[in-house]
Each structure stands twice: as C-alpha cells, then as structure tokens.
Nanobody, 119 residues
Framework: QVQLVESGGGLVRAGGSLRLSCAAS????????MGWYRQAPGKQRELVAR???????DYADSVKGRFTISRDNAKNAVYLQMNSLKPEDTAVYYC?????????????WGQGTQVTVSS
C-alpha cells in the first residue's frame, strides 16, 4: 500500500509564508504526476499546483507568482512553497500522487493539512 503524509501547515498572517511537504511511502517504483489541491469550507476541492515527473508545472491562476511547487524524485516527495499568503488561501491542503502499480495508475491522496491565513 501507499501512504502520502503531509506536513507544514499552520497559522500565518497575511503576507507571510509557509512550506508544505508531502512524502509518499510504500510499494513505489515511480510517481507520475504529483500535486497539491485545497478545499475551503463550503467549497469544492480545487487544484492549486501540479508537477510532472519531468518537473513541468501548472498553477491555478489565483496562486501564480506566489506559490512554487517542486519535487524530489529520490525521496518521493513534493513541496509547495507559499509566499504572500492571503486570507482566501485558507483551506485544507491535500497532496495528490498518480502512481503506476500492477499495469494501472492509481490516484492517492494525503490526509490533508490545515492552512489558516489571518488578516
């Protein structure tokens, strides 16, 4: 089985920074796409940023220029550096990974980490 464990969430003032980390463990040979999603109260889960195994990246318009996604393939890890945080960034942030196993690709999620930005 595969587990994704996130860390790095917390409470920060507007304009501050946080760095989220996510490490995958278990029966992993490789990881395709990795990403971060978020879900605010009363809203649907939305894509924040994603990164391919070749380090091509994609960002939601709302975070472009403020957030940076990166990954360490040797550690099966993905990171999200969040700068210039705004109150509207408050949400539970989830790590996501597409992992090939048994001739199929499975979609795994972490348990989520809370990010709260105060005004």
């Amino acid at each position: 089985q595969v587990q994704l464990v996130e860390s790095g969430g917390g409470l920060v003032r507007a304009g501050g920074s946080l760095r989220l980390s996510c490490a995958a463990s278990g029966s992993i040979f490789s990881i395709n796409l990795m990403g971060w999603y978020r879900q605010a109260p009363g809203k649907q889960r939305e894509l924040v940023a994603r990164i391919t195994s070749g380090s091509s990246t994609d960002y939601a318009d709302s975070v472009k220029g403020r957030f940076t996604i990166s990954r360490d393939n040797a550690k099966n890890a993905v990171y999200l550096q969040m700068n210039s945080l705004k109150p509207e960034d408050t949400a539970v942030y989830y790590c996501n990974a597409h992992i090939p196993q048994d001739f199929a690709i499975y979609n795994y999620w972490g348990q989520g980490t809370q990010v709260t930005v105060s005004s």
